[in-house]
């Protein structure tokens, strides 16, 4: 069996020099030198085996791809470029060093989208895979976005689309609905479940286009929570407009065969890595101006208790508050 | 059942102002402001039910107070001093608000000796407590201290005594072996299982002494495999001696009853969480005149194979590296 030196010896040729990294694996800690107009902006995210995902679902080096995805997904929502990343892995006892390279292999392919490599980390037996990883960004003194800040008539746009991971864990989920949809329909879903793109260079065009961003998240919790914590921290209520929130056809297709409204779908499709964009009208024009892609879904209002509706494509409005809670709803405990 | 935001909320009131934290928890990331004569130390650690501790062998304040211990020890071998953290942490299902808050109030003890508290974090269920932590440090730029560069002739000094941790678990494992300690010889050694200082400040009293520490680790897998580190980047031969090593007497009490020789004791004993510091002779007797508390057990010598040797009292020389991998031995997988 191999030993944890094994390990460490295999994913140090991960690490590729890189100018702010003075020090990476092999040492105690990573060293980054400091540059005192910047700041640091760090996160941590797990995937957890029967929590977060079944081991047939993926390939294994989507893991390490989807795993350093979510984490980089949130410097992305603070308006940061990531410098490096750092890895807390948990290992059964039937993965070899090879399947150990093939999750590296996955933290590389994406790694090497925005010039990243992992510059330390720490590995034990676990009788789950377990994969938490702690990214390192920067971000201009200052100019971090954060969450709080909507304010009243602001507009929420958001990058890509949303529902497919829910439409995506259905289909794992169920052979039964598996059978009834077409090999495109399912490349369509499971594709952004295995392989999200975390929008670092997205919201990096977003910000050199408008000082004017007043909150922005990331899709972690699904749509209707995540637009909640923007809500509550700004004390105002956001109205998102059924008809407008951009949807793949493929999920409407498989909303249809669960006899679901397809924004049921959307409200509780997590781990999506889109991001909610908060910002006036005319900024989000001068961004259109300028080929940014987002999709303006709704807007804020003054309220006396922070919540999120949902306008349907009907007229009435309804409370949206599905959302997705590994802690509530865990795959498999 | 308690929900994420429950969790989030709880640890949020644990965050506490601090002048380089320019945003806390609440966030997608923590945000660091830095400062250009600096450099960031990071490192990650874990610390996993059933694989480093079985849950009643502690108290949930201990698993807190350990865990960040661990994660301090790593950057105290660097020279650096911390600046926040950051958590994962895996719920079981039957943990409760107030079981994450005992956690909670662990890394709290430990953090005020350091003035530190956690700036963000992640929570997931996991059918096992699961604690991973990220500590962030800092250290003047060029000054951080390496696992490298030990220097032919130089000598090892050692904070601390070595063997309680092993010696715990014997007793924490073996019911026999317990009813044959008393009280005092328990306290002693569990102690140390529960609550091991990281040597942070110890570090820095070196450092404001001694411009020559040429290289430094923390004792985590064991004195032997960790001195063998040292060797192998070094290209050196360790040789430590046998009757130098600082054990406590409950150690030595432990190990009759086992019918092990103390050093086969130590040599095992992981989780020290104790520094080995290798520097020349001279600049030790200088740390001592300023009463810095170090045992030199050892030295370093040029070699054809890196290795570590114990003298043993009886003159002869054997080769020490026997380790505490919980790679290869986990307690309970």
Redesign the interface.
């Known amino acids: 069996?191999p030993?944890?030196q094994d390990?460490i010896a295999l994913v140090s040729k991960f690490f590729k020099e890189h100018p702010r990294i003075?020090?990476g694996p092999?040492?105690?800690?990573?060293?980054?030198?400091?540059?005192?107009?910047?700041?640091?902006?760090?996160?941590?995210?797990?995937m957890?085996e029967d929590?977060?995902f079944h081991r047939n679902w993926l390939e294994i080096e989507d893991l390490g791809y989807r795993a350093l995805a979510a984490a980089l997904s949130?410097?992305a929502?603070?308006g940061?470029i990531p410098l490096t990343f750092?890895?807390?892995l948990?290992?059964p006892?039937d993965f070899s060093l090879a399947n150990v390279e093939e999750l590296y292999n996955g933290f590389k392919t994406l790694g090497d989208e925005f010039c990243i490599s992992p510059?330390?980390?720490?590995?034990?037996?676990?009788?789950?895979i377990?994969i938490?990883v702690?990214?390192?960004?920067?971000?201009r003194?200052d100019m971090?976005v954060?969450?709080?800040c909507a304010q009243a008539g602001d507009v929420i746009a958001i990058t890509g689309d949303v529902g497919r991971v829910a439409a995506a864990i259905h289909l794992l989920k169920d052979p039964f609905l598996s059978q009834m949809v077409n090999h495109k329909v399912k490349a369509d879903v499971v594709s952004k479940f295995r392989r999200p793109k975390p929008r670092i260079n997205e919201m990096q065009s977003i910000l050199r286009n408008t000082s004017e961003v007043h909150a922005a998240?990331?899709i972690s919790?699904g749509l209707a929570s995540d637009i909640l914590k923007i809500a509550q921290?700004s004390g105002l209520e956001a109205v998102l407009y059924e008809e407008k929130i951009p949807v793949h056809p493929s999920v409407n297709f498989i909303a249809e065969k669960l006899h679901k409204p397809v924004w049921q779908l959307v409200a509780s499709s997590g781990e999506e890595f889109e991001l909610l964009v908060v910002l006036p009208k005319e900024e989000l024009q001068k961004l259109r101006s300028a080929n940014i892609n987002l999709t303006e879904v709704g807007e804020f209002r003054p309220t006396f208790k922070p919540t999120v509706k949902i306008r349907r494509s009907i007229g009435e409005e309804v409370e949206f508050t599905t959302g997705f809670?590994?802690?509530?709803n865990?795959l498999d405990?």
Do not use: W
């Open positions: 069996m030993t944890e390990f003075r020090l092999g040492d105690d800690a990573a060293v980054i030198t400091e540059i005192s107009t910047q700041e640091f902006v760090i996160s941590v995210d797990a957890v929590v977060h949130d410097i929502a603070m940061a750092l890895v807390n948990g290992i006892a510059s330390g980390g720490n590995f034990y037996r676990s009788p789950k377990s938490g702690t990214v390192i960004g920067e971000v003194r971090e954060r969450r709080c998240i990331d919790d921290l809670d590994h802690f509530v865990p405990l």
